[in-house]
C-alpha cells in the first residue's frame, strides 16, 4: 500500500512539473531593461559658404593731397561718415576653431574738406580749400576664430582698396594744371589706392543658417597712407553649409 501511494505521489509530482514547464514555455519572455537615453546636444557647425549685407560708419583722417603729388604738404584732416555693402566669404571648423577668407565691399560717404597752408617740397606756396570724399572701400581679408557654440570670437587682417575723389579750390599763389613744377595736375582726382585692413568681431548664429556680427576694422591705405579709417560695422550673413 505505501509503495502504490509512493508511486501516486510520484506521478502528480512529474505531472506537475510537466504542467508548469508547459505554462511557462506559453508566457512571453520577460522584457530586458534599459536605462533611459540621455539625448545629445547638437552642437552648432560654422562651416559653409556665406553671402551678407553689412553696413555702420567710419572715422579717421585723410591726407588727400597726396592724390595730386607726394611733394605736397600733407594737409591732414578728420574724416568720417556712413557705409553700407555687401560680404562674401568661406570658412571651416575643427573643433573649436573657424579659419576662412572673406571679402566685401562697401560704398561710403566719407568726406571732409579743410582750408590751410599748402607746401611744395617743403617751401609754403599758398593756402587753399581741399574736400575729400571717400567713395569706396572694399577688403580681402582671412578670418581666424574661437567657436563656442553659437558664438564666434574672431580676428582678421589681409588686404584693401579704397578709391577718393578730392577737389582742391581757391588755390593762392599756384594755379592747377599748368605743369609748373609746384602746380598740381588739376583741380579734381580720382584714385583707387592698395592698403592694408585688420580687425576684430564677435558673430552669433541665430539658426543654422542666419548669423549677425558686430565687428571693428581699421583701414590704411595710400602711397602716402591717403587714408586711416576706422570701422565699426553690423551685418547679417546667410550661410549655406558645406
Given at each position: ?7 501516486v505521489?510520484?506521478?502528480g ?10 505554462y511557462?514555455?506559453?508566457?512571453p ?5 534599459r ?17 551678407g ?16 603729388s607726394?611733394s ?9 561718415g ?7 566669404g568661406?570658412?571651416?571648423q575643427s573643433g ?8 566685401d565691399?562697401d ?7 579743410a582750408t ?12 587753399a ?41 581757391g ?15 588739376c ?7 592698395p592698403?592694408?585692413?585688420?580687425g576684430?568681431?564677435?558673430e552669433y548664429?541665430f539658426?543654422?543658417n542666419?548669423?549677425a556680427?558686430g565687428?571693428?576694422i ?9 587714408l ?15
Amino acid at each position: 500500500m505505501k509503495v502504490w501511494t509512493s508511486r501516486v505521489i510520484a506521478a502528480g509530482a512529474i505531472a506537475g512539473s510537466v504542467t508548469a514547464n508547459a505554462y511557462a514555455a506559453d508566457l512571453p519572455p520577460a522584457p530586458v531593461y534599459r536605462a533611459p537615453e540621455t539625448p545629445v546636444a547638437q552642437v552648432y557647425n560654422w562651416t559653409g559658404i556665406y553671402l551678407g549685407v553689412n553696413g555702420g560708419y567710419g572715422i579717421g583722417e585723410s591726407t588727400p593731397m597726396s592724390l595730386y603729388s607726394d611733394s605736397f604738404s600733407a594737409f591732414d584732416f578728420s574724416a568720417s561718415g556712413g557705409l553700407v555693402g555687401l560680404t562674401a566669404g568661406a570658412q571651416i571648423q575643427s573643433g573649436h576653431t573657424v579659419i576662412g577668407v572673406e571679402a566685401d565691399i562697401d560704398w561710403a560717404d566719407i568726406s571732409s574738406s579743410a582750408t590751410g597752408a599748402v607746401a611744395f617740397n617743403g617751401a609754403a606756396i599758398g593756402t587753399a580749400t581741399l574736400s575729400s570724399t571717400v567713395n569706396s572701400i572694399s577688403t580681402l581679408r582671412t578670418r581666424i576664430g574661437y567657436a563656442a557654440d553659437r558664438w564666434l570670437f574672431y580676428v582678421t587682417g589681409g588686404l584693401a582698396v579704397t578709391n577718393e575723389k578730392s577737389t582742391l579750390t581757391g588755390p593762392i599763389g599756384f594755379v592747377c594744371g599748368t605743369g609748373a613744377a609746384n602746380s598740381p595736375p588739376c583741380s579734381s582726382a580720382i584714385e583707387f589706392h592698395p592698403g592694408f585692413a585688420a580687425g576684430a568681431g564677435v558673430e552669433y548664429g541665430f539658426t543654422e543658417n542666419l548669423s549677425a556680427r558686430g565687428e571693428w576694422i581699421w583701414v590704411g591705405a595710400g602711397a602716402v597712407t591717403t587714408l586711416k579709417e576706422n570701422m565699426l560695422r553690423t551685418g547679417l550673413n546667410w550661410r549655406f553649409g558645406m
